[in-house]
Antibody
Framework: QLHLQESGPGLVKPSETLSLTCTVS??????????WTWIRQPPGKGLEYIGS???????YHNPTLKSRVTMSIDTSENQFSLKLTSVTAAETAVYHC????????????????WGKGTTVTVSS | SYDLTQPPSVSVSPGQSAIIACSGD??????TAWYQQKPGQSPVMVIY???RRPSGIPDRFSGSNSGNTASLTISGTQAMDEAAYYC?????????FGGGTKLTVL
């Protein structure tokens, strides 16, 4: 059974860079059928898409965050990572990694496997 | 930008059917998925491709999508179905979420 686990600092200072890694176990990260995805949820609020990366390195972004987001993938380690620069207190949230399964190569997909999420607090 | 709109809350009596709507321009032309999230837990997908149920999801969960509205229907709602529900679609190379609907089973 596929398992995703987020890891990274739980506290980041304002204006600094948030860095998280998602480790995938129980299956390979290398598949054209999937994109590896980051989603966040501020306390008491809804889900917000951050972005996705395929095993070939193709990326998809939330347009509002695109300029500050860098995603990477390491197929040898079965991991993918997120960097979000210049964070503010409003970006305090639970950050989830998830597997997006494609409907087709061009029509998006759905998140069928989620990590438990990791809380990141932005505070000085 | 493309928006998905959900009602903030829906209430239902146990055993009755709950319908949660998600609206967006020509949403029926896109595939929609639905997620259930209970407090302190990660979301769980309950419907994908408009009306398909993943294995392990009870058959009281069903979905439809036509015109500008996708709907999640929970038939014979149980107390355990009380949760937040989010619709999700894809547009212009990005994932979109609705704002979420809190389902209360009274």
């Amino acid at each position: 059974q596929l398992h995703l686990q987020e890891s990274g600092p739980g506290l980041v200072k304002p204006s600094e860079t948030l860095s998280l890694t998602c480790t995938v176990s129980g299956g390979s990260i290398s598949s054209r059928n999937y994109c590896w995805t980051w989603i966040r949820q501020p306390p008491g609020k809804g889900l917000e898409y951050i972005g996705s990366i395929s095993d070939s390195g193709a990326t998809y972004h939330n347009p509002t965050l695109k300029s500050r987001v860098t995603m990477s993938i390491d197929t040898s380690e079965n991991q993918f990572s997120l960097k979000l620069t210049s964070v503010t207190a409003a970006e305090t949230a639970v950050y989830h990694c998830a597997r997006l399964t494609r409907y087709t190569m061009s029509s998006g997909g759905y998140m069928d496997v989620w990590g438990k999420g990791t809380t990141v607090t932005v505070s000085s | 930008s493309y928006d998905l709109t959900q009602p903030p809350s829906v209430s239902v009596s146990p055993g009755q059917s709950a319908i949660i709507a998600c609206s967006g321009d020509k949403l029926g032309e896109k595939y929609t998925a639905w997620y259930q999230q209970k407090p302190g837990q990660s979301p769980v997908m309950v419907i994908y491709q408009d009306g398909r149920r993943p294995s392990g999801i009870p058959d009281r969960f069903s979905g439809s999508n036509s015109g500008n509205t996708a709907s999640l229907t929970i038939s014979g709602t149980q107390a355990m179905d009380e949760a937040a529900y989010y619709c999700q679609a894809w547009d212009t190379n990005t994932v979109l979420f609705g704002g979420g609907t809190k389902l209360t089973v009274l």
